[in-house]
């Protein structure tokens, strides 16, 4: 019975010991759970740019049209058929090149006419010359009267202003022989031809349009600026430098000049018309391409903020900068124009000022981050293990 009792009692002592065990696992369990869910949450890594206050160049933004810096009419001058076209429309050609040719030969003919004529009229003249050379002895002699002298003499004269004539219309016969071959007054750009050979040119009619001829070297580009943005740039517009860029604010053209600037302003829409010119040899502006410029004039003393920085809302613009207890203060900003990607700031932020420029998805006012530059990396969480560390360690 003694030994029984003992064995049972030993197992009843294990029973009890290993339930105590378990029971004071789980208080302690509970209590670490308890513990952690009553920690802060790590604070967030963002990248800051400290800013501040520098001069600025005055830059407004606007979407222009490219024109040609000269566009001239092609009209035949004369009249005739039109035989033979001499350039592949659009092609580029130069100054003095053959772009049509209208039938020469009636001009052809009217020329030797007139030299013809012009040549009966020299001959005219020297008859009258030797006449009146012929006369003067006799006329001193009185063997002629002087009345016939006189008439000899103003033939001769007659026969000069007739000569005169004739150079004129043999002239005028060239000039119009001319004028039947078409050519590039300056250079630049063809447009469609409008008349086809076999046709009809009659010359101060709309028939006599040929072509359209464009110099696109340089370029000109037209834009519109509303009254309020004129105002800021105006008094700067000889020093002014005129770009143009793509829709990510990349310069494309850089060192255009304003070579026209309106007097008025539109009724219709509140805007002064402005006309940049930009080298353009290699002829990547065509006319009517719609481009984006800015114009930069003029100095001003503003903050320059990253474009991903900035948050729009309903009440405007605003940035979320770190305090200096490392916790998330919004500023509301006032804002001017763009520089490149970043954004001129004239009030609401002040010399440096750390404004964060990642993780603005994450950010909520007030809550800890863990600033640091945009270039460097965000520092290691307390706890976490180097990955070089956590190398070493698995290989133990």
Not at 151 to 180: G, H
Not at 279 to 288: F, M, T
Not at 311 to 317: K, L, M, Y
């Amino acid at each position: 019975m003694t030994c029984t009792f003992s064995a049972r009692c030993r197992a009843a002592f294990v029973v009890a010991l290993a339930s105590l065990l378990v029971a004071s696992c789980g208080k302690k369990e509970g209590a670490a759970g308890k513990e952690g869910a009553g920690a802060a949450p790590p604070a967030l890594p963002v990248a800051v740019v400290h800013v501040t206050k520098r001069k600025v160049p005055v830059s407004i933004e606007a979407v222009g049209q490219a024109a040609g810096s000269r566009e001239i009419e092609i009209r035949g001058r004369v009249n005739g058929i039109l035989e033979k076209r001499n350039y592949d429309e659009g092609a580029a050609v130069k100054q003095g090149d053959l772009l049509f040719l209208i039938d020469p030969a009636p001009y052809q003919l009217a020329v030797e006419d007139a030299r013809a004529a012009l040549q009966q009229e020299r001959v005219k003249k020297q008859l009258a010359d030797v006449d009146a050379k012929r006369l003067e002895p006799l006329a001193r002699e009185k063997a002629i009267s002087v009345r016939e002298l006189d008439q000899a003499l103003a033939t001769s004269k007659t026969a000069e202003a007739s000569i005169a004539s004739a150079e004129a219309k043999l002239k005028e016969a060239e000039l119009n022989l001319s004028y039947t071959r078409v050519t590039a007054p300056i250079s630049g750009i063809t447009g469609r031809a409008l008349r086809s050979e076999g046709s009809l040119v009659t010359a101060n009619t709309d028939s006599s349009l040929l072509t359209t001829l464009t110099q696109v070297n340089p370029i000109w580009v037209l834009f519109p600026l509303a009254e309020g943005d004129y105002k800021e740039v105006r008094g700067a517009e000889r020093s002014a430098r005129v770009q143009i860029v793509d829709e990510n604010g990349k310069i494309l053209a850089d060192h255009g000049k304003l070579n026209f600037t309106s007097t008025t302003v539109d009724t219709k829409t509140g805007a002064i018309q402005l006309r940049a010119e930009f080298p353009n040899p290699s002829a990547r502006w065509l006319p009517g391409q719609f481009v984006k410029v800015r114009l930069l004039a003029g100095e001003q003393t503003a903050i320059l903020v990253p474009q991903a920085a900035v948050i729009q809302t309903e009440d405007g613009r605003m940035v979320m900068t770190v305090g200096a207890d490392n916790k998330v203060v919004p500023k509301p900003i006032q804002t001017a124009n763009w520089i490149g990607s970043d954004i001129v700031v004239t009030d609401g932020l002040a010399d440096g000022d750390a404004v964060i420029v990642d993780n603005l998805v994450k950010v909520r006012p007030g809550a800890a981050v863990a600033p640091h530059a945009v270039a460097e990396a965000p520092a290691p969480k307390p706890g976490a293990q180097a990955p070089a560390a956590a190398g070493k360690a698995a290989k133990y």
